[in-house]
């Protein structure tokens, strides 16, 4: 992948995760937990899939360990069913995504623009 797209996968991941933030400051209740909106969940659910293609894994289990996240919650989710969750549990899975996709995506841009500036001269 080109450091350009990269960047701007990266980019569109951060912008997600800190819009899907704002709404659930916004609407956390006094018992530390969150209806999330139907059009958040949607968002949540593309960046885990984004994460599952990244990671060349489509296992949910796996994604709940890398994520540490319990599988019912994750499943939960990804079901689309559930709309309330635990604010620390969204936070937390938005910060591992975060991470996840700064790991994936930036880990090998030396080599890989190395590679592509080698191969654009010649």
């Known amino acids: 992948m080109k450091k350009q797209n990269k960047k701007s996968l990266l980019n569109l991941i951060e912008s997600m995760s800190k819009n899907i933030r704002n709404n659930i400051d916004n609407t956390m209740e006094l018992d530390s937990k969150v209806i999330i909106s139907k059009e958040d969940l949607n968002d949540i659910i593309f960046l885990v899939r984004l994460c599952s293609n990244l990671n060349d894994s489509n296992s949910i289990p796996k994604l709940a360990e890398d994520f540490d996240i319990k599988l019912g919650t994750l499943n939960g989710l990804m079901s689309g069913k559930r709309l309330r969750f635990r604010t620390k549990t969204l936070t937390g899975l ?11 995506l930036t880990d090998d841009d030396n080599t890989s623009v190395d590679n592509n500036s080698d191969s654009d001269e010649s």
Not at 94 to 104: R, S, V
């Open 94 to 104: 938005l910060d591992d995504i975060e991470l996840f996709a700064n790991m994936k």
